[in-house]
C-alpha cells in the first residue's frame, strides 16, 4: 500500500523568504512521487515529478524537491516566495506501472504575506 | 490546444438523486481519470477509462459509474445521492495510461451539494 502524509496543514511565510512544504511518503516499491499545486477555482497543476532519475528535481516557478529514500521524503523548497505562490499544495505518490492511480496527501495551504 | 473541460462547474442536488457530469479530455489524450475531492482534502481517486474501457478502479460503491466515448470524452454518473457525495469531482485526462510516470491534465471540478 501507499500513502503520503503532509506534515504542515498550513505554512505562512512572507514574500521573499524561503518556502518549505514537508512530505513523507510510504510505499512497498520504488514509487513515482509529484508535487501538484492548485490555486483557487484553478485546476490542478504539476509542478515537478520525481521517476527514478535525479534525487533532486527542479519544476516550474523556481520550485525544487528532494527524493530522501532513507527518510521517505520528498520536501518541496523555493528560494524565496512570490505573492503568487499562495496556493493548496499536495504531495503526491503512485505506482510507476502505467495506469496507476495517484495518492493524494490532504494538501498544505501556502499562505505569503507582503 | 485545448485543455480539459468539465461542466456543470457547479449544481445542487437533493438527497437520493441522480446526477451526471461531462469531461472533454485535452486534445490527443486517449486516457481519462476521476477524482473527487472533498472539502479539505485531497482528491481521491474514483475510476480511470484508457480506450473506452474501465481500467482501475478505487474505493467508491457501484453507484458510482462512467463512460468514455469514442471521442474519449467522459462521463461520471452518480446514483442514490447522498450527503457525503458533496464534494468538487475533477477529471483528468493523460495519454496512454500516463499516471504512473507521467503528468496528468486535471480540469477546474464540477462542484455537487448534495442537499
Known amino acids: 500500500a501507499q500513502s503520503v502524509t503532509q506534515l504542515d496543514s498550513h505554512v505562512s511565510v512572507s514574500e521573499g523568504t524561503p518556502v518549505l512544504l514537508r512530505c513523507n511518503y510510504s510505499s512497498s516499491y520504488s514509487p513515482s512521487l509529484f508535487w501538484y499545486v492548485q490555486h483557487p477555482n484553478k485546476g490542478l497543476q504539476l509542478l515537478l515529478k520525481y521517476t527514478s532519475a535525479a534525487t533532486l528535481v527542479k519544476g516550474i516557478n523556481g520550485f525544487e524537491a528532494e527524493f530522501k529514500k532513507s527518510e521517505t521524503s520528498f520536501h518541496l523548497t523555493k528560494p524565496s516566495a512570490h505573492m503568487s505562490d499562495a496556493a493548496e499544495y499536495f504531495c503526491?505518490?503512485?505506482?510507476?506501472?502505467?495506469?496507476?492511480?495517484?495518492?493524494f496527501g490532504k494538501g498544505t495551504t501556502l499562505s505569503v504575506s507582503s | 490546444e485545448t485543455g480539459v473541460t468539465q461542466s456543470p462547474t457547479h449544481l445542487i442536488k437533493t438527497r437520493g438523486q441522480q446526477v451526471t457530469l461531462r469531461c472533454s479530455s485535452q486534445s490527443g489524450h486517449n486516457t481519462v481519470s476521476w477524482y473527487q475531492q472533498a472539502l479539505g482534502q485531497g482528491p481521491q481517486f474514483i475510476f480511470q477509462y484508457y480506450r473506452e474501457e474501465e481500467n482501475g478502479r478505487g474505493n467508491f460503491p457501484p453507484r458510482f459509474s462512467g463512460l468514455q466515448f469514442p471521442n474519449y470524452s467522459s462521463e461520471l454518473n452518480v446514483n442514490a445521492l447522498e450527503l457525503d457525495d458533496s464534494a468538487l469531482y475533477l477529471c483528468a485526462s493523460s495519454l496512454d495510461l500516463a499516471g504512473g510516470t507521467g503528468e496528468l491534465f486535471f480540469g477546474e471540478g464540477s462542484r455537487l451539494t448534495v442537499l
Open positions: 503526491v505518490v503512485s505506482g510507476k506501472q502505467a495506469g496507476t492511480a495517484l495518492i
